[in-house]
């Protein structure tokens, strides 16, 4: 059994429109497919505490066991920050979505840490939808940034069009991930698209969360990775 973080963040403020957060399918669907495989879920956000939600449908029976669950809502209750975490012991995180991931993942100290000491450690990096953000400003001991030369994937500057939030959002996803010399893929709005280069795992948009999650495990059990 293996522990993993599922990443989120603390930012519930769509640029003045709207409340945001944290996207609950991308947090609901990883969870699943790591709890039936055996794995050990954790969770952590920016600011720590209760983190803002955004994406509820209760219809989806996935995410209302997420939400029925009372050792899963615990949790969420009592997340600690990113900067609390010792990476040593995760074998992988997550970084769910949500629009707010884009104003408080990039520039997160804590997150930025974490994350580095996972990877370097052998660890796997994922991250879905607009998670990748969390990637803009996760650079390797060294300096690089981890996406520099990776195949990634992440929510389409097209897909930000589609929701009307292009000038909302603090800047573009796939653009600032391209700029940072990763090698963006993407399919059309809205359908799945999971994209593996060595360990790091990206998605594309909510319907990718589930691929994500289970390409991590796949990546978990490649002997020598």
């Given amino acids: 059994m293996a522990k993993i973080l599922i990443g989120l963040t603390s930012h519930a403020d769509l640029g ?29 956000s920016v600011a720590g505490g209760e983190p803002p939600v955004d994406g ?8 209302k066991a997420f939400t029925d669950d009372p050792a899963v809502q615990q949790r969420l209750r009592h997340t600690p920050r990113f900067a609390d975490l010792d990476p040593a012991g995760y074998a992988a995180v ?12 990039p520039g997160d100290e804590g997150l930025i840490r974490f994350g580095r000491g996972v990877y370097e450690q052998g660890g796997v990096v994922a991250a879905v939808c607009h998670g990748p953000a969390a990637l803009i400003g996760l650079t390797l001991s060294g300096g690089t940034p981890l996406v520099a030369g990776k195949q990634i994937a992440g929510f389409t500057n097209s897909e930000e069009a589609a929701v009307g939030l292009t ?18 893929s993407g399919a059309a709005d809205w359908q799945p698209h999971v994209v593996v280069d060595g360990r790091l795992v990206t998605g594309q948009n909510p319907a990718s969360s589930t691929g994500v999650a289970e390409e991590v495990l796949k990546v ?3 002997p020598g990775r």
């Fill in 16 to 44: 003045g429109l709207r409340g945001t957060g944290y996207y609950l399918p991308e947090a609901a669907h990883p969870w699943q497919v790591f709890t039936r495989a055996g794995h050990e879920v954790e969770f952590a």
């Fill in 94 to 105: 997550l970084f769910a979505g949500g629009h707010g991931a884009m104003w408080d993942f």
């Fill in 167 to 184: 000038d909302v959002v603090p800047f573009l996803l796939q653009s600032r991930l391209e700029e940072l010399g990763g090698k963006h």
């Fill in 220 to 222: 978990l059990s490649t």
């Fill in 56 to 63: 509820v449908d209760l219809t989806d029976p996935v995410q």
